[in-house]
């Protein structure tokens, strides 16, 4: 089992910058791709970002040029730097990484979800 602990959620002024960590802990045999998820009161669950095991990075476009997507392997953990928050970014973000576990499957799990709210 691999469970995701998210944080660095807040309340923010528009403009203004928060760092998202996600951290997996678990028995699993390498990462696959990692990605972050954004869900906003009455909305579907889209993608942010994500990031491949190679590094390759894609985001939304509505974030490109103020997100930025990056993973440390050594400490399974993944971030999203957000810069020149905007009240439309407010959601609550989850983290979603793949996985191999020790049967060879590829097998994603979610993070519980960090609220980010973007008010003057």
């Known amino acids: 089992q691999v469970q995701l602990l998210e944080s660095g959620g807040g309340l923010v002024q528009p403009g203004g910058s928060l760092r998202l960590s996600c951290a997996a802990s678990?028995?699993?045999?390498?990462?696959?791709?990692m990605g972050w998820y954004r869900q906003a009161l009455g909305k579907e669950r889209e993608l942010v970002a994500r990031i491949t095991s190679g590094g390759t990075t894609d985001y939304e476009d509505s974030v490109k040029g103020r997100f930025t997507i990056s993973r440390d392997n050594a400490k399974n953990t993944l971030y999203l730097q957000m810069n020149s928050l905007k009240p439309e970014d407010t959601a609550v973000y989850y983290c979603?990484?793949?996985?191999?576990?020790?049967?060879?499957?590829?097998?994603?799990?979610w993070g519980q979800g960090t609220q980010v709210t973007v008010s003057s």
């Open positions: 979603k990484f793949t996985v191999r576990s020790a049967d060879g499957w590829l097998r994603s799990y």
């Open positions: 678990g028995r699993f045999f390498g990462i696959n791709a």
